[in-house]
């Protein structure tokens, strides 16, 4: 992971011809992009990333991994076609995906100083609700939820706003535990569609996506770390993700499939929202970072290690100025591992607001006050000491419609899918007969 991100960014890929073959990337189905988590595709690699993505035809820099000992494996699962948004306002979907351990954060929830956390309650632990009355919440053909199963989920949902610095103010409960019962009910009725051949499908979509997210935490270690702040086993984080890829499997095999999106449709949406596809300046940069922050824990180092830190950037800085090669000075002395072997390169956005912001926003403004082949001073950020050195300015641009048509195309097949998805769901629930039980 590069250590110097905002927010979760990726830096872009390395060059101009390289943008623009990764900005034709698109990957539908169970990897599409959801709103919950600001289109997240979290399986691509660095330098890899497409630059752009279409959910909801917002157009900004895909967001795939966190900052060092960040990495948030939970966080990138997408809802199958806003499928947890039937029957539900768009703020209790993003609770439904929150509470599945799916999304970072509820919209709804403010911000607030969190209260001290006990350890998480793994999901679907034995509790005390389990043990003396697991009410049935729902039950119909092939379907029942019980009291339990919407506990566990409505915990991991707390932990899961606990771990984002957030609190779920009490009076959200009842509302909260409506929508995971109606999320449940769903899924069930759904999986029950599915074939072998879309278990299939969806199993080595999630190996391929773990292994991806592996390969993006610092360590196994810290991948499990993460799992474990919001009360999941790797097990259990494989089988709610074999769960969710079913789901998105069916809904491709059942809607998807059946629909059409033609060209002259892409283009009338490419003519009519030009701003959407404009790309934004671009810089490419390498860099030499030295590391302030523990290897394993992501703290900060003692103050005595820092100073031996900055003794050494600020000698290699002194070498880099006078011409020494910084390619070489990056495979020797750069603490971030993903750029190193690449020269230290990487290709920034330059941010619209804070929240489109690639990286932190000291490495934003010094890659952006450098002309090419300048090397900049020492940039210190929360991250360490960096030296900068810029390869390539690219100005904005608009992108030629040929290098989006498909994009756009599979765009409005969502919504077309999405638009369906109530009236199959309905069905569903019709077909089973589910009854929603009284609790009182």
Request: hydrophobic letters at 40%; one cysteine or more; proline letters at 5%.
């Amino acid at each position: 992971m590069t250590p110097f991100q905002e927010h979760g960014r990726a830096a872009l890929p390395r060059s101009r011809s390289s943008v623009d073959a990764a900005a034709q990337q698109h990957r539908d189905g169970f990897k599409a992009r959801a709103r919950g988590w600001e289109a997240v595709e979290a399986s691509h690699e660095p330098g890899r990333n497409g630059f752009h993505s279409f959910p909801d035809f917002t157009l900004r820099p895909e967001r795939p991994f966190q900052g060092r000992g960040e990495t948030r494996p939970y966080q990138f699962m997408a809802s199958a076609y806003g499928l947890l948004a039937v029957g539900a306002s768009q703020k209790c979907a993003t609770v439904l995906l929150a509470a599945l351990v799916l999304a970072e954060s509820f919209s709804s929830v403010q911000a607030a100083d969190p209260a001290p956390q006990a350890p998480p309650k793994p999901l679907f632990s034995v509790s005390a609700t389990n043990l003396f009355a697991d009410r049935i919440l729902a039950k119909g053909k092939g379907v029942e939820v019980r009291q339990s199963q919407v506990d566990d989920l409505y915990v991991a949902f707390k932990a899961t706003q606990a771990a984002a610095g957030k609190l779920v103010p009490d009076a959200m409960r009842k509302k909260i535990e409506a929508d995971i019962l109606d999320k449940l009910v769903t899924t069930q009725l759904v999986l029950s569609r599915a074939t072998e051949a879309d278990r299939t499908k969806a199993k080595g979509l999630v190996e391929e996506l773990v292994a991806a997210q592996k390969k993006q935490a610092p360590s196994e270690e810290s991948f499990n770390r993460q799992l474990l702040a919001v009360g999941m086993t790797p097990e259990q984080y494989r089988a709610q993700m074999l769960e969710q890829a079913i789901v998105e499997s069916v809904i491709d095999r059942e809607i998807r499939a059946k629909k059409v999106v033609t060209e002259s449709q892409a283009r009338e949406f490419y003519d009519k929202s030009p701003e959407l596809f404009q790309e934004p300046e671009l810089a490419r940069v390498s860099h030499i970072l030295f590391s302030t922050q523990d290897p394993k824990t992501g703290q900060d180092l003692p103050a005595d290690q820092k100073l031996d830190k900055r003794r050494l950037a600020e000698k290699i800085l002194d070498r880099a100025k006078k011409g020494d090669d910084f390619a070489t000075l990056v495979k020797e002395f750069s603490e971030d591992t993903p750029s190193k072997d690449r020269g230290g390169e990487y290709t920034i956005a330059r941010a619209r607001d804070d929240r489109s912001r690639s990286v932190v926003p000291e490495f934003e403004a010094a890659a952006f006050s450098l002309a090419p082949n300048q090397t900049s001073d020492l940039v210190t950020t929360r991250y360490g000491y960096h030296i900068i050195k810029a390869l390539e300015r690219i100005p904005t641009r608009t992108m030629e419609f040929s290098r989006v048509v498909e994009r756009i195309k599979q765009g409005l097949l969502k919504q077309e899918v999405e638009k369906d998805l109530p009236a199959y769901v309905e069905k569903l629930k019709k077909a089973a007969d589910v009854q929603v039980v009284d609790g009182k």
